[in-house]
C-alpha cells in the first residue's frame, strides 16, 4: 500500500469519524437533556420524546454542515 493510499485512507476515516460524532452528540445530548428535563416535570416520557427527537435533527443538520465543509454537497 502505498503513502498516497494511506493519507487518502486516513482522510476519509477522519472524515466518517467527524460525521459520525456530530451524530451522535446531537442524538445524546437531546436524549440526556430529556431524561433532566423528564424527572424534573414528571412527565416522563414526552421530553424524553421531544428531545430525542430535536437532538436528532440537530445531530443530522451539524452533520449536513460538516459534510458541506468537506465539500460533500
Known amino acids: 500500500v502505498s503513502s498516497t493510499n494511506q493519507s487518502i485512507n486516513a482522510k476519509n476515516y477522519s472524515i466518517a469519524l467527524n460525521v459520525s460524532i ?3 452528540t446531537g442524538i445524546g ?3 440526556f437533556f ?3 428535563v ?3 416535570l414528571q412527565t ?3 421530553m ?3 428531545f430525542f427527537l430535536l437532538g436528532t435533527i440537530v445531530g443530522f443538520y451539524n452533520m449536513y ?3 458541506k465543509k ?3 454537497f
Request: proline share 4%; hydrophobic share 50%.
Open 29 to 31: 445530548l437531546g436524549v
Open 22 to 24: 456530530e451524530l451522535i
Open 65 to 67: 454542515k460538516t459534510l
Open 70 to 72: 468537506y465539500k460533500f
Open 48 to 50: 424524553f420524546i421531544i
Open 44 to 46: 416522563k416520557p414526552i
Open 34 to 36: 430529556g431524561l433532566i
Open 38 to 40: 423528564d424527572n424534573y
